[in-house]
């Protein structure tokens, strides 16, 4: 498994943007897909966004696609979620998850490790 450190979050207007981070320790991070997830209250746990190992492949969920950006830095054992253009929709609490390299997956239960997650809160 992998230990996942999350920053970043908070309250933003409606059209801004921010930037989450997770920090990782333990299992080698560039032996790691990287997912972002999501939760409101009452709603289950949803995908965002998606990078393999090696930053080559990403994707993301319909709904922030052209507004999120993953990204990923090995050398610094982290990986990214730049929000713009944030909407009251997105407010969520935000998961980093890591799993070992392989195929790519949306689904949250084929994540091994989650970051304590970080409240992000956009208003109108």
């Known amino acids: 498994q992998v230990q996942l450190i999350q920053s970043g979050g908070g309250l933003v207007q409606a059209g801004g943007s921010l930037r989450l981070s997770c920090a990782a320790s333990?299992?080698?991070?560039?032996?790691?897909?990287m997912g972002w997830f999501r939760q409101a209250p009452g709603k289950e746990r949803e995908f965002v966004a998606y990078?393999?190992?090696?930053?080559?492949?990403?994707y993301y969920s319909d709904s922030v696609k052209g507004r999120f950006t993953i990204s990923r830095d090995n050398a610094k054992n982290s990986v990214y979620l730049q929000m713009n253009s944030l909407k009251p929709e997105d407010t969520a609490v935000y998961y980093c998850?890591?799993?070992?390299?392989?195929?790519?997956?949306?689904?949250?239960?084929?994540?091994?490790?989650w970051g304590q997650g970080t409240q992000v809160t956009v208003s109108s």
């Open positions: 333990g299992r080698t991070f560039s032996t790691n897909d």
């Open positions: 998850a890591a799993k070992l390299f392989g195929r790519a997956t949306f689904k949250p239960d084929e994540y091994d490790s």
């Open positions: 990078i393999n190992w090696t930053g080559g492949i990403v």
